[in-house]
């Protein structure tokens, strides 16, 4: 079940910024062992929660499966029955972590547009004083897929003594021009929506839907293969004869309208201007003069980088240079590159391949545990 | 100088509507030959126009280059000292043939959303009834790239007996699930904007150009390589400090947004919709069950047809399946995969290996004209 802890330290910001008081929601499973040696924390990515695995059931009956419950779980890859799992919110989001939708105290009003500019560096500060609260010194391993990998990657250098393992999935050490070029077009289409009122839609009674439906859509383009686009829908149509009108006559039009209408209604549009913005600037090596291999010279954890052959929004390329990096350093590094059709999407699903290396890994890890306790 | 000519005679659609009156603005470069056997027709992509070659000064005094001018002129590849070469926009689009925009004798009112969808095979047919006044009943070539490929395709099988050769650079028999996806996304987003009024913006004084605007943006970012888009951009900042805002931050938000503007501010939202539909409907194969070999049986045309390496739009995978389905049929196919970085844009552009092959095919086909003289 989500827990929420309030912080009233304030919350430094990249950007110069202070965050405070402010919430975050997690989830936990699984349970911490003695000697708090056996704690697995998993970062999410743009539009994911605390709500890493398991089964909630709403209050309209609906059931709402946790995004990585493949994965993470009793006699999963991340096997709670060894491991205890931290799931959080990171702020800006808006799934019970202070976000733009929060009411700020200082106005009685929701912060809207006010809201700070986040980093994956300022969310990795917040789960670093998260786990300060649950007494968690050293994380066995700190986990994400593609921005939650960032995130990962971020914890390995920002607090190399807190992480024994950092597992990086379909991810990237920076965004490419084409990545930026994605996220902005998204952020245009919400913030030229009229109902955005310049981030202050909650005022309004309002949201910016169709902005968000576009911003969805463009979005999750990037996350299929053009392969698996072609498998699943190819030109397939929804009726037997083309209509000549615009309304959704391809298969595919129409699972991309449904796809960014359900997210338009659940997802609050400033959260997603934040974390592309997140996305956009991580660039650890940038402070490096742009040397990753600097950037990542102070990591002493276990890597394990994993990335898919059909994934063109973080390519495998931008895996092999997180690797080359890590070996640059001689740090210790397992990659592999996982033949699978799905494109960046592919993270999270159950791929065999996929799951029997991660859980491989963290026998490897549960197994040191054992040793060291 | 751009000429007119006005079609009483009705146009049979595919959509079973018939376009009547309808003009077509064109234009024309070098001289027909007394056999009337050295013309050259050239079609148009997305947002181009019957101004293929040549520079006009408008109104204002600046000067507006003919979108191939570096492929179309006196000694260049399709070289107007020996072609006569022939430019049509085509009806729908925004240029000055019959569009969405036009007065709708009908009503004394814009057609807007009452234009009927066009397909490649009707503007096929208008630029058959052009040659026609023409007095051209068969082209030394009919070329375009990209959208402009697929009108050389068409027309190589809808009249065969009038096409000597086909030059189809950096198109394809069909879109792929992925490119119709990346439309339709571009046409929510112009068809959700207020300004869109259902298509009669005009009788608003207003244009979608919110909308307009990302949908450029978006497809902008498929007619540039990745790679291209890394070396001209890369994470370029447009000042030396992260900004933690929305202004255009990066060099390649920078440029996309501007270029955005600049079209949004020159082209019609509805000739947009109109023009990606026939992108989306093109498919030859789809009436000889899904075999484009069959499609291509009636071609008597050669053919060239040229890709390019990084054109991820129209890979040249899509390049080959054309290839394949002209040699399944014993036709006469040269095909030529030019190594540039520059994407889908690569056919528009002045690539020196690319420009050769085009111009020796092109003293193939003027030696051709000279021994049938």
């Known amino acids: 079940m989500p827990q929420r802890h309030v912080f009233t330290e304030p919350l430094p910001l990249q950007s110069g910024a202070r965050l405070a008081p402010y919430e975050l929601a997690f989830e936990t499973y699984g349970t911490l062992n003695a000697d708090r040696s056996n704690a697995v924390l998993i970062c999410h990515a743009l539009n994911a929660s605390h709500h890493v695995a398991g089964v909630h059931v709403l209050d309209d009956g609906s059931l709402d499966v946790g995004w990585w419950d493949n994965m993470v779980g009793p006699g999963k890859p991340v096997d709670t029955d060894r491991f205890f799992v931290i799931g959080v919110n990171n702020p800006g989001s808006c799934f019970g972590s202070t976000g733009p939708s929060t009411i700020d105290a200082a106005t009685g009003k929701p912060y809207g547009a006010s809201f700070p500019v986040v980093t994956v560096e300022d969310w990795v500060d917040a789960q670093a004083r998260l786990a300060d609260t649950l007494g968690i010194a050293r994380f066995a391993a700190v986990m994400g897929g593609s921005l939650g990998g960032m995130q990962a990657l971020a914890w390995s250098t920002r607090y190399p003594e807190r992480v024994a393992h950092c597992v990086a999935i379909a991810s990237t050490a920076k965004l490419s021009a084409q990545n930026i070029a994605f996220n902005d077009v998204a952020r245009q289409a919400i913030m030229t929506d009229p109902e955005f009122h310049g981030g202050n839609y909650y005022a309004h009674d309002t949201v910016p839907r169709n902005g968000l439906r576009v911003a969805r859509m463009i979005g999750h383009i990037t996350y299929l293969s053009d392969d698996d686009m072609a498998e699943k829908f190819g030109r397939a149509l929804r009726a037997d004869d083309l209509a000549f009108g615009y309304e959704a006559e391809f298969e595919i039009e129409s699972y991309l309208r449904y796809q960014g209408a359900k997210f ?56 092999r240079e997180i690797v080359k990096a ?12 996982i033949d699978a059709p799905h494109g960046h999407d592919a993270f999270l699903l159950d791929d065999a391949r996929y799951h029997r290396l991660v859980a491989a890994y963290f026998d490897r890890i549960h197994a040191a545990i054992g040793v060291a306790r």
Do not use: C, Q
Not at 331 to 337: K, L
């Open 264 to 319: 338009s209604e659940y997802f609050d549009a400033n959260s997603y201007l934040l974390i592309t913005k997140a996305l956009d600037y991580f660039d650890p090596a940038s402070a490096h003069d742009g040397s990753l291999t600097a950037a990542l010279a102070r990591a002493t954890a276990g890597f394990l980088i994993v990335s898919f052959t059909t994934d063109w929004r973080f390519a495998p390329e931008r895996s």
């Open 326 to 337: 890590l070996l640059d350093n001689r740090h210790s590094v397992t990659y592999a590159e």
